[in-house]
């Protein structure tokens, strides 16, 4: 078992940065891979990125590539997403999310709001 909290989200303006947190209860966080998630008003969840036990593996949506980060400190149970270059469109509830490789994301935090005026 995992549970999953989020925060950093907020307001901010377009061109900005924020950075979301996510702490992992349990003593197996190096045993899972983690995403982060979105969900827009109106809108299905979207993948965001992922990224694997190690770290050194990572994927991103396409309209994120080269403006947000994934990353995790398995010393501290965290996986963060660092978010620059905000648009409007990212504007969402975003959600972290954990899995044992090749399964499904099982794990799910409860979302943390950002919101990005223009």
């Known amino acids: 078992q995992v549970q999953l909290t989020e925060s950093g989200g907020g307001l901010v303006q377009a061109g900005g940065s924020l950075r979301l947190s996510c702490a992992a209860s349990?003593?197996?966080?190096?045993?899972?891979?983690m995403g982060w998630f979105r969900q827009a008003p109106g809108k299905e969840r979207e993948f965001v990125a992922d990224?694997?036990?190690?770290?050194?593996?990572?994927a991103y949506v396409d309209s994120v590539e080269g403006r947000f980060t994934i990353s995790r400190d398995n010393a501290e149970n965290t996986v963060y997403l660092q978010m620059n270059s905000l648009k409007p469109e990212d504007t969402a509830v975003y959600y972290c999310?954990?899995?044992?490789?090749?399964?499904?994301?099982?794990?799910w935090g409860q979302g943390t709001q950002v919101t990005v005026s223009s």
């Open positions: 999310a954990a899995r044992i490789p090749g399964r499904e994301w099982e794990y």
């Open positions: 990224l694997s036990r190690s770290g050194d593996i990572t």
């Open positions: 349990g003593r197996t966080f190096s045993s899972y891979n």
